[in-house]
């Protein structure tokens, strides 16, 4: 006789079914679903046995859709309605599109995020991507759900680790779309952190090196008694297996002296290259032969040496921000036990090279580089889901890869939470008006790492109304930031003394390019300087501001507790100030301002006499 | 767990600045077990939110405790002394030579990164004694007063300590 099964005090309530839920990879180039089976994580494939379904989806006169291979074939010849690489605008509005002119598709610039016109009708990334999570979430149901009954549970999806608040928000709302119930946003490095180190039973610090299709992560993680506890993570968002196909195409141009080519040659010598290229990982050297749509042939060889030589400066782009991420992390180099690779290009030799020189030892190599990350995401997706097994009881720490902050006067970015923070976190900071009788509060949400808000991204603004007039800088307004375990920004206000209260979900109108975050980073680093110095500038025309409204607003109100070369005599100064501020030396209007100090010094101190008089004379009525 | 708790109850461990390391993060470990949101992603919505509350929390307790600055700031704070960090910045004239001696060391190493490094291992020496004598004010003397004053002195280093950080971060780019 069958025995009856009781499940375990708080878990789910009946018999316990195993509730279905997978990991998805939505990548750049390609996607991938996987589930846990059996205990077991493994990557779900198609009828034809393909496990990699190509990131493209084509839109067709009669409203029908084709993603993946059969979109793949007829990218060529139909280049307006076959949408690759979508994951390159989601979140982003057109003007953050990078080569938007060189792209094939009919962009519209509407607020928020960018759209394209198709003969479809007009479609946004979120639905694009929506398209390829439904033939993902079409083969897991097929493949699992229609043995074993029941329904899919959920999905957890990927995001490269830089992926920012619109990013990732974005990539939420497209598993909404595709009808799945999006269990967690996961970081990609973090995800296969989880497939190697369950695997291994690894113990230690170790770091995940990312380098996929079209971004880079690095992420150092902390793995001790079932804890995976990521310290710090770093990256070039705009660095990917792309770009070396893109550098020995141009190699390739240019050796064979050929004309400026047309898109359709100019798609089929890019997928020459990529071949060559991952030809070279096992070979010495590779052929190029194309006979091109203009008659002209091609035929080149490139050896191994020639291609390294011509992309070493590509792996050395790595070399940046992991280091950065190792001090942030405040490791050495030793202290690292062991670095698992990611990503199709880590397959290329002289990458292993230079990440085994970089660590001093020879990389991680044990796991599919390209499924690591849905192995990952689907392991997580089976504990999220509620199925506790033995060996489950792990616990993942996450952080934000990019500072969040908020415009303060001066057009200053005032950081409130540092990047790196372990999530969820939340963070509040008080703020206080700079006018007399300031009613309302303007506030303007940013992220990024550098000082001026005009550096950062824009996620959001919103209004703070209904401050009750008082003095300058006797409000209290007490922002509070609340990221989630998605990563996600939650925003709200409150002026303490009344209560007045404005709230938001940061849903931000669109988000980073990749490029703006890579160069937002390296901007930070290469204006190191200058940003002291406008941060200074910025401050002291704040003060020397403040000062002038200040002074005229007393000699207005005590004008006579001045004699009249006095009062000139301050005057004077005051002229001078309002001159220094439009002069981009700090000093200068440093200077402006004490001047006006001393000249004001004993005026200060009679208006200090008068209001103590006042008050006295007040408590003396009172007291009667 | 009880959110009235301050860091050093819920962690269940002496309100001392000297912390056993190992057992912070142990306890840490465990209360993320209790109530981190990946426990509770299939709950209903309330349980969510109280489960992000909580872990968050937990996060802000930890990362205070962890950090030796933040965590002497943390003490003062419960034993009701304000350390004054934004508004008293008045320092022993002797002590804003000693940093302007750091700075200009900073500055003329900012091209040569073997330099940076050796002055962060002397600048981290330097507070690591600091820390010590931070320790047996907050700990032993109980001298709140002169433990407000080390603590701003500690600022400074974390300031500068800072400092090298981007001027190498400034190099690899």
């Known amino acids: 006789m069958a025995l009856l099964q009781i499940s375990e005090p708080g878990e789910s309530p009946g018999p316990h079914r195993h509730r279905l839920a997978v990991g998805i990879d939505l990548g750049t180039t390609n996607s ?30 009669d409203g029908g859709v084709a993603v993946g291979r059969g979109a793949e074939a007829e990218q060529a010849r139909d280049p307006r309605n076959t949408i690759v690489s979508v994951k390159r605008f989601m979140g982003r509005g057109l003007k953050d599109v990078t ?14 995020m960018v759209q394209i016109r198709t003969v479809a009708g007009v479609k946004s990334p979120v639905e694009v991507s929506a398209e390829i999570l439904k033939v993902l979430r079409a083969r897991a149901e097929e493949s699992l759900v229609g ?51 369950l695997d291994n039973a690894a113990e230690g610090i170790y770091a995940v090196y990312d380098l996929g299709g079209g971004t880079f992560d690095i992420s150092i993680l902390k793995l001790s008694k079932g804890v995976f506890e990521v310290m710090a993570t770093n990256g070039d968002a705009a660095l990917g297996g792309d770009d070396f196909d893109q550098r020995l195409f141009c190699w390739v141009v240019e050796r064979a002296r050929l004309a400026p080519l047309s898109s359709e040659d100019t798609r089929l010598l890019l997928t020459q290259s990529r071949a060559a290229k991952e030809f070279l990982t096992t070979h010495l050297e590779a052929r190029i032969s194309a006979t091109l749509m203009s008659r002209e042939t091609v035929d080149v060889t490139v ?60 990389p991680l190599n044990n796991l599919d580089p390209d499924k690591v990350v849905a192995l990952g995401a689907a392991i997580q997706a089976n504990v999220l889901a509620g199925n506790k097994a033995s060996g489950d009881d792990w616990l993942l720490l996450d952080v934000i890869p990019l500072s969040l902050g908020i415009e303060t006067m001066g057009g200053l970015a005032e950081r409130v939470i540092p990047r790196n923070s372990t999530i969820p976190v939340a963070r509040a900071q008080e703020f206080t008006t700079y006018k007399d009788g300031q009613t309302a509060m303007s506030i303007h ?59 938001i979900a940061v849903k931000p109108s669109y988000g980073l390019t990749d490029e703006q975050i890579t160069q937002m980073l390296k901007d930070s680093f290469d204006h190191a300087k200058d940003d002291v110095h ?51 030396d700090h000093r200068t209007i440093k200077s402006g301002i004490e001047r006006v100090n001393r000249a004001s010094e004993a005026f200060a101190g009679r208006r200090m006499d008068r209001s103590i008089k006042r008050a006295l004379a007040g408590r003396k009525v009172e007291s009667l | 767990m009880n959110l009235n708790q301050n860091h050093f109850e819920l962690f269940d461990l002496p309100a001392r600045f000297a912390v056993d390391a190992a057992a912070l993060e142990a306890r840490y470990h465990e209360l993320q077990r209790e109530v981190h949101p990946d426990r509770f992603a299939a709950a209903p919505d309330p349980e969510r939110r109280a489960s ?46 000693e940093q302007m001696g750091w700075r200009e060391r900073i500055e003329a190493g900012s091209e040569n990164p073997e330099a940076l490094l050796r002055l962060r291992a002397g600048l981290r020496d ?47 780019t």
């Open chain 1, 147 to 197: 043995k074993a009954g029941g329904e899919l549970a959920g999905a957890v999806i990927t995001v490269p680790a830089y992926f920012d608040d619109a990013q990732r928000q974005a990539t939420k709302d497209a598993g909404k779309l595709a009808g799945l119930n999006v269990l967690r946003l996961l970081n990609e490095p973090t995800a296969a952190a989880i497939a190697y180190g």
């Open chain 1, 303 to 362: 050896t191994q040496k020639e291609f390294q030589e011509m992309t070493r400066p590509l792996v050395a782009k790595t070399l940046g921000p992991t280091r950065k991420a190792l001090r942030d992390a405040r490791l050495e180099w030793s202290e690292v036990k062991g670095v698992v690779m990611v990503g199709g290009a880590t397959r290329m030799p002289h990458v292993q090279q230079m990440v085994a020189e970089l660590f001093g030892q020879a």
């Open chain 1, 99 to 112: 080569h938007a002119e060189n792209s094939p598709y009919d962009f519209l610039d509407l607020p928020g």
């Open chain 1, 445 to 503: 949400v940013v992220q990024g790492e550098r000082e001026l808000v005009s550096d950062c991204r824009s996620l959001a603004r919103f209004e703070l109304r209904g401050i009750p007039p008082m003095v300058a800088g006797a409000a209290r307004i007490r922002v509070t930031f609340q990221v989630d375990a998605d990563g996600l920004l939650s925003v709200s206000a409150r002026e303490s003394t009344t209560g007045v209260e404005a709230a």
């Open chain 1, 32 to 61: 991938l679903v996987a589930a846990v089976r059996n205990g077991i994580a493994v990557v779900l494939n198609d009828h034809d046995g393909h496990a990699l379904l190509p990131s493209i989806v084509r839109y067709l006169r």
């Open chain 2, 52 to 97: 992000m509350q909580l872990a968050t929390r937990v996060n802000e307790a930890y990362q205070t405790l962890k950090s030796p600055l933040r965590r002497a700031v943390y003490i003062l704070q419960l034993r009701g002394v304000d350390p004054e960090f934004e508004t008293r910045t008045s320092m022993p004239p002797q002590f804003l030579i």
């Open chain 1, 534 to 584: 406008a941060r200074a500038l910025r401050e002291q025309r704040v003060e020397g501001e403040r000062m002038l409204e200040a002074t005229e607003a007393a000699l207005r109100e005590d004008a006579d507790l001045l004699s009249t070369e006095e009062s000139a005599a301050l005057r004077t100064e005051l002229d001078a100030l309002r001159k220094t501020l439009a002069c981009t």
């Open chain 2, 126 to 172: 330097e507070s690591r004694k600091i820390y010590e004598k931070l320790q047996a004010q907050l700990d032993e003397g109980r001298d709140d007063g002169a433990a407000s004053e080390t603590t701003r002195v500690l600022m400074f280093y974390e300031k500068l300590d800072d400092e090298i950080d981007d001027k190498l971060a400034e190099l690899e």
